[in-house]
């Protein structure tokens, strides 16, 4: 095997996905302590504290470094490389999530024992469901009473409509919780609250049957216990990788992320059966990890990430090949060479300058205004990885400015802040309008903060009549112009220079839509 097909093969690349609250970042912080990023652990919490208080972007600026540097975070373990890529918590990022999930091979599902499936994880599961990405379950807070096991199953498997493989099995929940069995070694995990809060591993019995395990769990619950294990076993569905790896089934572990109970099963499962890096389509051909050319996409950006250096970072996903420092690399959108100097890996809690990567991992390059989410990078060849969403933004303001000589930085600002994706910024054509356009409402404060914050602009944003945006695409430039012509009114070009219509109402689109034959209205520019 070549060293980039062995160094791939190696490579765990993942996101979790939870609603709100059901202890993602509890695992996360979990996970990152079996993989030896100890110190992460402090930061993991920060970023939670930063989270809680998303109505205030003061406090979430505050603990930004923090928010940013476990944005992805790669760790080894038991001989493999986890990149495990952040998924924003708050609802109204959830484009950012969309995109991250493009860029992972599996996903971690959590859920609240007592909870069960909540809306945002149905949301995040059919996101998942458009590129049939594995997934593995995490039942979570079993120290507390929850729903029954089995009924937690049958929901998810009717809620989400996926097959439910458990791996392991609780012994008892809430005050009774005594551990797990693990059903394809058949090893039982004793609970000992206090003790699994480290790194220490639990108590483990060879089997069921095994000398002493009555006497720690009792006889009742052991012989209840085995009543369980037969309806479940006759109930649920045996482990199958290929389902797994199809999308159609998902392996289901219990435990406790704050207590560490249940984590490491779930890791050690995880890093023997979730995908490495797989082939990825392109417009033209499937790149394989394995190819020696070096490929990714940028997934994410993220505008001054360090207020001290006012630099941009670009999120790119290897998708082939090795990345080597220094590298020259080829951008096909713009036709232009870019040489990757300092680009930055994501080794446990500090950005370090990357001195190679390979597929599945995350660098970050500096961006200077030339790179925009969905870019592609290849090492000369002509291709552009599909798939990567830019959605319509569904509320519109305006940008008004407090001191009129701002305006260039006013510009500048806008335009940078929309790099990353979570607004867009649109110049009508007939005025000197600037019209911010965002998915969540929560942005447009987000934008007023960090235009003061970062570009010392005062700006507010107010109410315009604006509905709805669609990309225009034309293949014929006589019929393009006669439209520009006509609805010059309504069109604006975006941060990238493409032309969009923005329609006042959903009955002036309809109308603009029937009356344009030959012109393309597109909900999301999925980036060329
Ligand atoms: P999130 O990122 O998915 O939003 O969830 P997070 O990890 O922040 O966890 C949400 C709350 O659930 C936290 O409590 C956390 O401590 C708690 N939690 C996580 N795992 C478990 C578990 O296994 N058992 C129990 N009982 N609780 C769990 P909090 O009160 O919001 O914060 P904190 O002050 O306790 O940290």
Request: with cysteine.
């Amino acid at each position: 095997m070549s060293d980039i097909a062995s160094e791939s093969s190696r490579r765990r690349t993942f996101a979790i996905i939870s609603h709100p609250d059901a202890g993602k970042t509890t695992l996360t912080e979990k996970l990152l302590l079996f993989g030896g990023a100890i110190q992460m652990a402090g930061s993991v919490k920060g970023r939670k504290a930063a989270r809680h208080a998303t109505s205030d972007w003061m406090a979430l600026e505050k603990e930004r470094g923090i928010s940013v540097t476990s944005s992805v975070m790669q760790f080894p373990y038991e001989g493999r490389v986890v990149n495990l890529l952040d998924t924003p918590g708050h609802a109204d990022f959830g484009e950012d999530t969309y995109r991250v999930l493009t860029a992972v091979d599996s996903a971690l599902m959590v859920i609240d024992v007592a909870k069960g499936v909540e809306e945002r994880t149905i949301k995040l599961m059919e996101v998942c469901r458009l590129r049939d990405t594995p997934i593995m379950t995490f039942i979570n807070k079993l120290d507390r009473e929850g729903k029954d096991p089995i009924d937690l199953l049958d929901e998810v498997e009717t809620v989400l409509g996926i097959q439910c493989a458990p791996v392991t099995w609780p012994i008892g929940m809430g005050q009774r919780l005594k551990g797990v069995v693990h059903l394809v070694t058949g090893e039982v995990h004793l609970y000992e609250p206090g003790r699994n809060f480290t790194r220490q591993d639990s108590t483990i019995f060879p089997s069921i049957d095994a000398p002493g395990l009555s006497e720690k769990i009792g006889e009742k619950m052991l012989a209840d216990l085995r009543d369980e294990l037969e309806l479940v076993q006759g109930a649920s569905h045996p482990f199958d990788l290929e389902a797994y790896r199809a999308g159609k089934q998902t392996p289901v572990f219990f435990g406790s992320g704050v207590n560490n109970f249940g984590v490491q099963p779930l890791l050690d499962f995880f890093v023997d059966h979730a995908p490495p890096p797989q082939v990825r389509e392109t417009t033209t051909r499937e790149v394989a990890p394995q190819e020696d050319k070096l490929t990714g996409f940028v997934f994410k950006i993220q505008a001054n990430m360090d207020p001290m250096h006012r630099d941009r970072v670009a999120f790119m996903r290897v998708c082939s090949g090795r990345f080597e420092a220094g590298m020259k690399v080829f951008q096909p959108r713009t036709g232009k060479p870019l040489k990757l100097a300092n680009a930055l890996t994501f080794m446990a809690s500090d950005r370090e300058i990357a001195a190679e990567a390979f597929p599945g991992d995350v660098i970050g390059i500096h961006n200077h205004g030339t790179i925009s989410i969905g870019d592609t990078f290849t090492e000369g060849e002509n291709i552009a990885f599909t798939g990567i969403p830019n959605f319509a933004p569904e509320l519109f303001r305006r940008a008004r400015l407090r001191d009129p000589l701002k305006l260039k930085q006013l510009q500048k600002g806008l335009a940078q802040l929309s790099e990353e994706g979570a607004t867009q910024f649109f110049k009508p054509l007939m005025s000197n309008d600037l019209i911010l356009g965002a998915v969540g409402v929560l942005q447009f404060d987000v934008v007023a903060y960090r235009l003061k914050d970062e570009y010392g602009v005062d700006a507010s944003f107010e109410a315009v009549q604006v509905n709805t945006a669609r990309w225009i695409r034309c293949k014929d430039a006589k019929t393009l112009e006669a439209f520009r012509d006509k609805h010059a009114m309504n069109l604006a070009y975006d941060a990238a220079d493409q032309l969009v219509y923005l329609a006042p109402t959903r009955v002036n689109l309809q109308l603009a839509q029937e009356r344009a034959e030959g012109v393309e209205f597109l909900a999301t520019r999925e980036h060329a």
